[in-house]
């Protein structure tokens, strides 16, 4: 059967979750990732907050270098879909650097990537499938986003707690806050990683890597549990919503 012949692959997502970070906002200990969680780590919450969607085929997992078997032995160790594949992958020392590798990993047949905080884990489903959608239906990067609630200051940043100036006032009314999963075809963001070069802490927002390349970006309805978690605070929030999840839908 020639190749004009044969049936058109069908197009298969896979998340990739940079986890390799150690969380310095939440104090000493373990990394952010594998913070406990009402119980369970965080990152197993985001692994199966990708795999709850039925269009995510495999999730690879970026670990720190020296953790990546205890990772692969959590996974392991926690119920997880059938339907999904999961792979761990050793991380470098930037997120850029993770993502990079976690690109790396993925078969050749994947044509559609998230990439996803592992301190965002309680993305509903909903938003994972609405940046899956529209990355299918032709937008080469798509990033889930919400209207701020806060008027946003733009100032002149001093050190030591000084007073800063203030600069701007941008309108909040097209402001957005950025959450992830961030959706991208596959070429496009490999291109992005080929034109961007890593300096020093390297880029934290693979769509704003997108941007660079002049390649446009759309934004999709994020959600408000999609918050990340990075602050001692933010784990109170979390185990809230958890609650709340459990007490609703048995979760």
Do not use: C, W, Y
Request: net charge negative; proline share 10%.
């Amino acid at each position: 059967m020639s190749d004009e012949s044969r049936p058109a692959r069908p197009p298969r997502t896979a998340a990739v979750i940079p986890a390799a970070g150690r969380g310095v906002r939440l104090g000493p200990g373990a990394p952010k990732a594998l913070r406990a969680l009402s119980g369970t780590p965080m990152l197993i919450h985001a692994v199966r907050a990708m795999a709850n969607s039925r269009a995510v085929s495999l999730v690879v997992v970026v670990a720190p270098p020296d953790d990546a078997a205890e990772v692969k032995n959590l996974l392991d160790d926690h119920s997880l879909p059938d339907r999904t594949d999961f792979l761990v992958v050793p991380g470098g020392g930037t997120r850029q650097q993770s993502v990079r590798l976690g690109l790396e990993a993925l078969p050749d047949d994947i044509t559609a990537v998230l990439v996803h905080d592992a301190a965002r884990p309680l993305v509903p489903v909903d938003t994972v499938d609405a940046v899956i959608e529209a990355v299918r239906d032709g937008a080469p990067a798509v990033v889930p986003a919400l209207p701020l609630a806060d008027t946003v200051k733009e100032v002149e940043p001093k050190l030591g707690g000084d007073p800063e100036p203030v600069v701007a006032t941008p309108e909040r009314a097209r402001l957005r806050a950025v959450q992830t999963p961030q959706g991208f075809d596959r070429d496009t963001l490999v291109r992005a990683h080929d034109a961007i070069a890593v300096d020093g802490e390297g880029a934290t927002d693979d769509a704003g890597m997108v941007e660079r390349l002049g390649v446009p970006v759309v934004i999709v309805r994020g959600h408000e549990e999609a918050f990340k978690v990075t602050r001692p605070l933010d784990l109170v929030l979390a185990e809230a919503v958890l609650a709340r999840r459990r007490a609703n839908d048995g979760f």
